[in-house]
């Protein structure tokens, strides 16, 4: 199998180039996490070029898009990156709704960015535990999936489902939530920063992870900007890109937050940022679940586009129809026969789906924009003139979820 | 500088090579694939579009009116302005091939491979265009829509290497 990297490395010519060896890391690593290859070629333990070989969790998920209708596919959107599932299913159906023109109500926005943030931190909260487990920092690790099991149970409230909720629904959710979910949130959003600055006082100031991680990895802005890095790897660089801000979708215009940027572009700033954004979500959080608004969380049941609810269904013939007519895989949702773009910003960076409608029920292409494909893509250019013990550093700083890399 | 602008700035470089469309938010151009570099590298040094967000594919063999096969799309973004612009292309049978970006943004870099893997579209001047998810071996290119879902067997006729051989 041939395997060349396109440019920016040259490798010595003549007798220097038997120098260099070449190790295989991966697919199936501890430090990988999930099923990455890379292979490496070192002289000594300074890795001189660095070749990714991926594919190896490829599923066709974009293919299975184009059998699933828009419903269906949720549960398909879940699974690629199943660190922030709800994420996923918002930039989804942002996308899809976007197509359809559908104006949800102010109950679902709100909700759906609780569930964005709260998937944000629990993103966050594995790209800082498993960086500082990979570099020996175990407690961190444990601290953060604590925190983690939180958000596993306000899911599992919320949806049935701890690790694949399916939430979310075109124009609405699933099921409305109750009051004890709301006071599990109030109850994390109570817990979690006494929680987070365990994690700080843990890693911000050690010197061994400050040594691990400092100065190793370094992006520059103008790099981040050309490899189309988004999200808290191009923060960390000084790329102040929010779509949050920048382009303002569900309520976020509702709430007072700040953009967590940093200069340096290195491991560590990544994982700064990536802890202050944390805290900058439980504000979030906090201030939709204080303001969370009443009143329905599907968008009407005249415009043709949301489940009918059960006792309509059984009851009026009204319901029955319009029920049999999304279920149908002849009838289903009427689409224009056109191509939408939409991006959120999800915990890895800028999410986005192309979706091309043909008028079916089932969209005719949806490509997703996946951020962890676009910052892998990234790495072999950090890692170079860096040691063999470093490569896990800037893994786990740019938090590659092999599920959404491969699809 | 809004999409009108920028529209106005492309017509006096370009005149009618490329039409313009729009659907909810996202306003695109449609560029052929003789000056759709040229569109972009306009964009890119003239307009200040310095972040590739996205490029992908498609397949547009079984939708309704269309006349062109594949399609490419470039999702622009000026990171100073915010402001988002989509430029489009096509590409037909036998030899799809399109002018590479990697020279202008090198994010382009896989997203090209990935386009190439799933639709066999050849990017002219791509240095390493190789398969990045599908296996080396594989022949057919599965995003086609003449591909079935399911496969053509590919994966039963995949060597095996055994335990003494490897």
Not at chain 1, 28 to 51: F, M, N, S, W, Y
Not at chain 1, 152 to 163: L, V
Not at chain 2, 73 to 97: C, H, M, Q, S
Request: with cysteine; aromatic share 12%.
């Amino acid at each position: 199998m041939p395997l060349e990297l396109a440019d920016a490395i040259t490798l010595p010519e003549g007798p220097e180039r038997e120098y260099l060896w070449t190790l295989n890391f991966g697919p199936q690593h501890p430090a990988t996490h999930t099923t990455l290859r890379l292979v490496l070629t070192l002289d000594g333990e300074t890795i001189v070029k660095a070749v990714p070989d991926i594919g190896y969790l490829h599923s066709g998920f974009e293919k299975l898009g184009e059998h699933l209708d828009y419903n269906q596919y949720v549960t398909i959107v879940d699974r690629k990156n199943y660190i922030s599932p709800v994420a996923n299913e918002i930039a989804w159906f942002a996308a899809v709704e976007k197509l359809m023109g559908i104006e949800l109500t102010p109950r679902c926005k709100y909700l759906r960015v609780i569930f964005n943030e709260l998937m944000r931190i629990h993103d966050h909260l594995l790209a800082c535990g498993a960086a500082a487990l990979d570099l020996g920092g175990f407690t961190a690790f444990l601290y953060a999936f604590n925190q983690k099991e939180k958000i596993y149970d306000i899911c599992e409230r919320a949806s049935g489902q701890r690790f694949h909720p399916s939430y979310l629904r075109v124009g609405g959710l699933l099921a409305d939530v109750d009051e004890t979910w709301i006071e599990m949130v109030r109850a994390f959003v109570r817990d979690f920063p006494p929680a987070w600055n365990d994690i700080v006082r843990l890693l911000n100031r050690n010197r061994i992870f400050i040594e691990r991680t400092k100065d190793i990895g370094v992006l520059s802005k103008e790099d981040a900007i050309n490899m189309s890095c988004t999200g808290p790897v191009a923060r960390a660089s000084g790329v102040v890109r929010d779509l949050r801000k920048d382009e303002p979708y569900l309520a976020y215009r509702d709430f007072d937050y700040k953009v967590i940027c940093a200069q340096e572009g290195d491991c560590y700033a990544r994982y700064l940022v990536r802890m202050e954004e944390m805290l900058e979500s439980c504000k979030i959080i906090y201030q939709a679940i204080e303001n969370l608004p009443p009143g329905p969380i599907n968008v009407d049941a005249d415009s043709k586009v949301t489940m009918p609810n059960q006792l309509s269904v059984y009851r009026s013939i009204e319901g029955l129809i319009h029920h049999f007519e999304l279920i149908m895989s002849n009838r289903q949702w009427q689409t224009p026969v056109d191509e939408v773009y939409a991006a959120i910003e999800s915990p890895n960076g800028e999410l986005g789906y192309y979706v091309i409608a043909d008028g079916s029920g089932v969209a005719y292409r949806t490509r997703t924009r996946p951020p962890s494909f676009i910052h892998f893509a990234i790495f072999p250019y950090l890692i170079v003139g860096h040691q063999v013990s470093d490569v896990v550093a800037v893994l786990g700083s740019l938090n590659i979820i092999a599920a959404e890399l491969d699809r | 500088m809004t999409h009108e602008e920028i529209i106005t700035k492309l017509r006096d470089k370009f005149g009618a090579a490329f039409t313009t469309s729009e659907f909810r938010d996202n306003r695109r151009i449609i560029a052929p694939a003789e000056r759709v570099y040229a569109v972009l590298a306009f964009l890119k040094q003239q307009c200040g579009f310095d972040l590739l967000a996205e490029l992908g594919g498609a397949d547009y063999l079984q939708y309704p009116d269309a006349k062109d096969r594949y399609g490419v799309w470039y999702v622009l973004v000026n990171t100073t302005t915010g402001v988002r612009l989509i430029v489009k292309t096509f590409a037909n049978d036998p030899e799809p091939t399109l002018p590479s970006v990697f020279a202008l943004w090198k994010g382009a870099d896989w997203m090209e491979r990935e386009v190439y893997d799933m639709y066999g579209v050849i990017f002219d001047g791509h240095p390493d265009l190789r398969r990045i998810l599908m296996p080396d071996e594989f022949t057919a290119f599965p995003l086609r829509k003449d591909y079935p879902m399911r496969g053509r067997g590919e994966r039963h006729n995949f060597p095996v290497i055994t335990r003494p051989e490897s």
